[in-house]
């Protein structure tokens, strides 16, 4: 199978009249090798079915194609959603392993098959909340690559007590170890971005408890980063009325009030939310 590079990119692109569109975050990879590394980079295997959120005009789609047992391929362009299926039936012999579903990728509740890893491009400006909405909503997910904003990756890799640490690196250690896979170069995107790239993977683990707890629990997470430079006991003050109901709760679950949200790893929230009231 041939994968595609630069020229190829810009030639099906000119056949649409397509032009990048900026709202949409749609930078393509242009650079076929950094395409076989993030699927090699993802373990992508033969029993796999592999979910691409934005797949443009076909990249990574090809080499996941290679690779996966099938891939499903989320697209919200309808312009790209339709072009897709042609532009892989032309280049692979069998076609029939890719489904293209036109849609927003935080709008997607289910899907044909059950998929095992998550491979995408994301989109710089919504690629926190489909993260942590593919997530929730396919615990099939079992690990994962993504390519994000360098500045998203190091938060979403963070560790406690970083500067980078906050709301992205806690709510996805709900569900997963996340960890940094590598940088990526401006040059291999067409149009380049103004900023630098990394990959960002990820293996899903248990979660700490059910999805009521996850609800109280994020929500304690938002209250403790609002104002991340508060001490828990200031930062938790608006959710228990007062900073001495909060104090008192931070004590009974065995947090120091006077530490700040980023000291605390996501088993720390849910220890707050183990013994604080239901009034969420």
């Not at 103004?194 to 109280?216: A, C, M």
């Amino acid at each position: 199978m041939t994968l595609l590079g630069a020229a190829q990119i810009r030639e099906l692109a000119a056949a649409l009249d397509l032009k990048p569109s900026k709202s949409l975050g749609q930078n393509f990879v242009i650079d076929s090798n950094v395409c076989t590394k993030i699927v090699r980079t993802a373990a992508v295997g033969p029993t796999d079915v592999a979910l691409e959120i934005g797949p443009g005009l076909g990249s990574l789609t090809l080499a996941l194609l290679e690779s996966a047992e099938s891939v499903i391929a989320v697209e919200i362009d309808p312009r790209l959603a339709q072009q897709l299926p042609l532009t892989v039936a032309d280049l692979f012999e069998h076609p029939e392993k890719l489904t293209v579903i036109n849609k927003d990728a935080l709008a997607i509740h289910t899907l044909p098959k059950d998929p095992t890893v998550l491979v995408a491009n994301l989109p710089y400006n919504v690629s926190v909340p489909v993260l942590l909405h593919l997530l929730e909503v396919f615990p099939t997910l079992r690990t994962g690559v993504v390519m994000v904003q360098a500045e998203v990756a190091d938060r979403l890799a963070a560790k406690p007590g970083t500067k980078d640490y906050g709301i992205p690196s806690v709510k996805a250690a709900w569900w997963a170890d996340v960890k940094g896979a590598g940088s990526v170069s401006r040059s291999v995107f067409w149009p380049a971005p103004n900023v630098d790239s990394k990959l960002v993977g990820f293996t899903r683990r248990p979660t700490p408890g059910d999805e009521e707890l996850r609800k109280k629990v994020f929500t304690i997470i938002d209250a403790a980063f609002a104002q991340r430079r508060k001490m828990l006991r200031s930062a938790l003050s608006t959710l228990y009325g007062s900073s001495s109901a909060a104090e008192e709760i931070l004590i009974r679950a065995k947090i120091d009030p006077t530490l700040r949200g980023e000291a605390l790893e996501i088993d720390g929230f849910c220890a707050i939310a183990a013994v604080a009231p239901d009034i969420f």
